[in-house]
C-alpha cells in the first residue's frame, strides 16, 4: 500500500472517529439536556413536597391547638355540670345499662345518711337491699322483700313510672328514672315533703269545710221547714180572710198577706230543696206516672200567668212516644215548673213551647226522653249562658231586675236531673228567646197498649181555628194520626170563608183576633152550617163553667189539649149534638 493510500485511509479513519466523536457529544448534549430537564422537575416536585409538607405540619398543629382548647372546654362544661348537680336540692345519679352507680350528688348520697357503701361502683340492687336492711325506708303494708322485688321490676322496665317513697325521718321522695338509648340511667330524687304535707292540710280543711257546709245545710233545712209550716198558717188564713165580708181595702190588705206568703213559701222551698241536696238528705220516689199528663198539670200551674201576659202555653208531645213512665213524678214536674215559669216569666210575646221527643226501647223496657221548653223572650247574653246553672246565679240586666227569685230554680233542677241519671242544657240568643233542654233515661210502664179511639165514621174533616199557627201544626199532627183531613184558619171570618160541606168538626180557639170563638159558634149555628159540631179550645176554666158556651158548644178542652182528653172527645161527638150540654174535658 502506498503512502498515499495510507493517508487516505487514516484521514478517512480519523473523519470517521471525528464524526463518531461529533455523535457521541450530540447523544451526551442530549442526554445532558434530558437529565437536566428531570433534575428541574424533580426539583420542582420536591419544593411542591416540602410546601405541603409543611401545610400539613401547619394543620396539624391547629389541629393540636383546638383539641387542646375542645378538651379544656369539655373540662370547663364538665365542672360546671357537675358543680351544678351538686348545688341540686334533689337527688340525681348515673346508672350504666347493667345498674351499676357510675356518680351521684351529694344530695343523692346524703339519702343513705353517710353510708361508705354507697359510691360509685355499687349496684343498683344492692342500693334498695341496704334501704331495707339498714331501715332507712318505710315500706308500709309491704314486706322488704316484696318492696325490693316490686322496685327491681319497676326499674327493668323500659319507662319506669315515678314512684313516692318515705324515708325513716318522714320525708317523702318521688323517684324518677329515664332510660336513655344505650340503655343508661338518670334517676331524680325529688323532694316531695312539703307538697305531701299541703296536700295532707288541704283534704283535712276540705273535709272540715264539707262538714261545715252539712251542717249548715241541716240547719237551714230544719229552718225552712220550721218557717213553712206557720208560714202555711198565714197564707191559710189569708185566704179564709178572703172569703169573708171585707171592704176594698182591707180586701187588698189579705190579698197582700196571701200574695207575699205565697212568694215567701216558693223561697223557702227552693233554700229546703237545696239544703237537702247539699246535705244529701234528697231522695227520690219513683213511681209509675203519665209524662204528659205531668206536662199538662204544670201548663195548667202556669196558664193564668201566660194568659195575662197574652202568651201562647203549647205542648208538643211525640205522637209515636210511650207516656207511661217509672220515675219521680213529683221532682220532674218541679223541673218542669222551674224551666216553664222562668220561660213565661222573661217573655212578654210570643209564646212558651214545651216540646217532648224520645228513643224508646221495647228490649229493655227504657227510654231517652227529650223535653226541651222554648220561649222567645229576653234571652239570655252569650257570656251568661256558662254560669246560668250556677248557686244564686241570675243574669243582671235592666230587663229583668223587676224579676224575683232566688237564684236557685236552675241549679235545684240541674242537680235534681243528675241525680236521676239525666243532663240539662240551655241555648239562648239574647233577644230573641231560649231554649231549655233536659235528657232523662225512663224505664217504661208496663201496661196494656191502648187501643185506638173510635170515632165516629162520618168525622172525614176537621177544620182548626187559631191564630197561633204552630197550635194549629201540633193539632194537626195529632188528628192526621188518626186518618182525619185537616184544613186550618187563623180567624172567625177566615174559617166562615172556609167552610164547605165535606167539614164535619169545627176545632176552634176560644181567643181570636176580632171575633172570638164563642161568636164563631154563634155564626155558624145562625147559618146554614148550624149541624157541624164545634170544640172549643180555652186557656181558662171559664169556658167550661159558662150555661150559654156549653150550650152552642160541643165540647170544651184545656188548651192546649191532652191527646187522651182530644181522642175522648173526638170519639163522644156522636153522643153530644150541638144545642145540648157540651161534653167538657178540663183538669183540675
Known amino acids: 500500500m502506498s503512502l498515499a493510500e495510507k493517508l487516505a485511509e487514516e484521514r478517512r479513519a480519523r473523519l470517521a472517529a471525528e464524526r463518531l466523536l461529533e455523535l457521541k457529544q450530540a447523544e451526551l448534549s442530549a442526554a445532558n439536556r434530558k437529565l437536566g430537564r428531570h433534575a428541574l422537575a424533580l426539583t420542582k416536585q420536591i419544593g411542591q413536597t416540602q410546601a405541603e409538607v409543611a401545610t400539613v405540619r401547619d394543620e396539624n398543629e391547629k389541629v393540636k391547638s383546638d383539641l387542646n382548647t375542645a378538651n379544656e372546654k369539655i373540662e370547663t362544661a364538665e365542672r360546671r355540670l357537675w358543680h351544678s348537680i351538686q348545688a341540686f336540692q334533689d337527688g340525681f345519679a348515673f346508672f350504666d345499662s347493667d345498674g351499676t352507680l357510675i356518680g351521684a350528688n351529694t344530695a343523692y348520697l346524703n339519702i343513705f345518711d353517710g353510708l361508705e357503701e354507697v359510691t360509685p361502683g355499687i349496684s343498683y340492687m344492692r342500693i334498695l337491699q341496704l334501704l331495707t336492711d339498714e331501715g332507712l325506708i318505710n315500706t308500709g303494708d309491704m314486706s322488704p322483700q316484696d318492696w325490693q322485688t316490686m322496685m327491681t321490676e319497676r326499674w327493668q322496665l323500659p319507662a319506669p313510672e315515678p314512684v313516692d317513697i318515705q324515708l325513716w325521718d318522714e320525708r317523702y321522695l318521688r323517684l324518677m328514672d329515664q332510660r336513655g338509648h344505650g340503655g343508661d340511667v338518670v334517676s331524680l330524687a325529688l323532694d316531695i315533703t312539703s307538697t305531701v304535707r299541703y296536700e295532707k292540710e288541704l283534704r283535712d280543711s276540705r273535709a272540715r269545710a264539707e262538714a261545715a257546709n252539712r251542717a249548715k245545710s241541716a240547719f237551714l233545712a230544719n229552718m225552712s221547714h220550721e218557717i213553712r ?40 222551698n227552693d233554700v229546703l230543696d237545696y239544703s237537702k241536696i247539699e246535705a244529701d238528705k234528697l231522695e227520690l220516689h219513683p213511681e209509675p206516672f203519665d209524662l204528659e199528663r205531668s206536662l199538662h198539670e ?118 235534681l236531673i243528675e241525680m236521676m241519671g239525666g243532663e240539662i242544657w240551655v241555648d239562648s240568643e239574647e233577644g ?31 177544620l182548626l181555628v187559631d191564630d197561633v199557627p204552630l197550635n194549629c201544626e201540633i193539632l194537626q199532627k195529632h188528628l192526621l194520626m188518626l186518618g182525619i183531613q185537616v184544613s186550618t184558619a187563623d180567624s172567625a171570618a177566615a174559617a166562615l170563608a ?84 157540651a161534653e167538657t174535658e178540663t183538669e183540675t
Not at 209550716?229 to 189569708?238: D, E, F, I, L, Q
Not at 194568659?307 to 220515675?327: C, N, W
Request: hydrophobic share 40%; glycine share 8%; proline share 8%.
Open 298 to 415: 204544670v201548663v195548667m200551674l202556669l196558664q193564668p200567668s201566660a194568659r195575662d201576659k197574652g202568651l201562647a202555653l203549647l205542648v208538643d208531645y211525640d205522637l209515636f212516644l210511650p207516656t207511661k213512665f217509672v220515675g219521680d213524678p213529683g221532682r220532674i214536674r218541679q223541673v218542669l215548673t222551674n224551666l216553664a215559669g222562668n220561660a213565661v216569666k222573661f217573655t212578654k210575646e210570643g209564646h212558651v213551647t214545651l216540646r217532648v221527643t224520645g228513643i224508646s226501647s221495647p228490649d229493655d223496657m227504657q227510654c231517652a226522653v227529650h223535653v226541651t221548653i222554648e220561649d222567645t223572650g229576653i234571652g239570655i247574653p252569650e257570656e251568661k249562658i256558662e254560669h246560668i246553672f250556677g248557686e244564686f246565679n241570675q243574669v243582671e240586666d235592666e230587663r229583668n231586675r223587676k224579676f224575683e227569685g232566688t237564684g236557685l230554680g236552675l241549679a235545684i233542677s240541674k242537680r
Open 229 to 268: 209550716t206557720p208560714m202555711n198558717g198565714v197564707v191559710g188564713m189569708a185566704e179564709l180572710l178572703s172569703d169573708t165580708e171585707l171592704d176594698e181595702e182591707q180586701r187588698l190588705y189579705a190579698n197582700t198577706i196571701k200574695n207575699s206568703g205565697e212568694a215567701l213559701l216558693v223561697i223557702i
Open 498 to 581: 172556609a167552610m164547605r160541606p165535606e167539614i164535619n168538626l169545627i176545632i176552634s180557639s176560644h181567643s181570636l183576633p176580632a171575633l172570638d170563638g164563642v161568636q164563631l159558634a154563634k155564626d155558624l149555628k145562625a147559618g146554614p152550617w148550624s149541624g157541624v159540631p164545634v170544640l172549643l179550645l180555652n186557656s181558662g176554666p171559664q169556658a167550661a163553667n159558662d150555661p150559654e158556651i156549653r150550650q152552642l158548644v160541643n165540647g170544651v178542652l184545656q188548651n192546649p189539649a191532652p191527646r187522651d182528653d182530644l181522642f175522648r172527645q173526638l170519639a163522644k161527638l156522636g153522643t153530644s149534638p150541638a144545642g145540648t150540654e
Open 432 to 462: 230573641k228567646g231560649s231554649c231549655f233542654g233536659f235528657r232523662l233515661p225512663l224505664p217504661m210502664e208496663r201496661v196494656p197498649e191502648q187501643p185506638a179511639p173510635q170515632l165516629p165514621s162520618t168525622l172525614r174533616h176537621v
